[in-house]
């Protein structure tokens, strides 16, 4: 699954693999309309990345700070010709939409960041 993320990111976006180092990885993904899985692969670089998007692999890309991330708000719509008329999550972040398989990722990525960023609350009271 490693490799083939890391293959995949350098065929679509030019990311050298010796560039980032892989940190783990997502429970897999069933993209609604191809019914096919997705094994999200996430990894850290600390130097500036090159973009180099293949135009046929990739329709459109933009850059966005991990803190706006965090701080977007995700909301969940249910659209007309969505499958089985389960909602789609939308991330509405620097002006742009990040929704769909990518979205649903990007939110349980963010999920995971969080619990470990947010320190537990106090115990119960008793």
Known sequence: VVATALREAHEEMGVEASRVEVIGTLPPFMTRTSGRPVDPVVALTTAPLEARPD???VADWFWVPLADLL???VTER???LA????PVV???VGGRIIWGATGAIVVELLAR???RLDPPGPPPQR
């Open 90 to 92: 939308f991330i509405e």
């Open 83 to 86: 499958p089985l008329g389960r």
């Open 113 to 115: 960041i969080r619990s």
């Open 78 to 80: 249910t659209l007309p």
């Open 71 to 73: 701080a977007a708000p």
């Open 55 to 57: 135009a046929f692999e």
